[in-house]
């Protein structure tokens, strides 16, 4: 009766998802310091995008393969949502790595067959923006 609701539990699981992902996030750039050293702005932008990109979908890959685990409906209106991102209410652009935001959109829609709050998405994105920037102040601290 007093159980947490959908939103709620969602949105733990997804920040939980940020930060368990955020040392391999660190390690991948420590890994490619030199490189990012060495190489030009461009160069390095695209690399740093390149890693931002790679946490963003191990996030969305963490939440989104327990539902592959506990729930087929789940996991195939999830299925749904990736081919035909509009349904969930949302146009999602999967080229730059799923956001914190995205991923709660997703998974919301194909729970609950409704349009997530957009205030949750972006409170999400600025969460997870903020966990990133934790690691590059972490690495810049420590060099």
């Known amino acids: ?31 490619n310091m030199d490189k990012l050293n060495d190489c030009d702005e461009e160069s390095a932008n695209g690399l740093l995008t390149s890693i931002r990109r790679e946490y963003l979908n191990e996030v969305a890959d963490s939440v ?13 209106r999830i299925q749904l ?15 730059n790595g799923i956001m914190a935001g995205s991923v709660f959109a997703i998974c919301y829609y194909a729970i609950k067959n409704k349009i997530a709050p957009a205030n949750i998405c972006i409170r ?3 969460i997870q923006n903020d966990i990133m920037d934790e690691v590059l102040q972490e690495i810049e601290s420590k060099q």
């Open 124 to 126: 999400l994105n600025h």
């Open 64 to 76: 989104i393969n327990t539902f592959r685990v506990s729930s087929p409906n789940i996991s195939s």
């Open 1 to 31: 009766m007093f159980g947490l609701s959908t939103k709620e539990v969602l949105t733990k699981a997804i920040i939980n998802a940020c930060h368990n992902c955020k040392t391999t996030y660190k390690s991948t750039i420590l890994e």
């Open 81 to 95: 949502v990736f081919m035909s991102p509009q349904v969930c209410g949302y146009d999602i652009k999967f080229d």
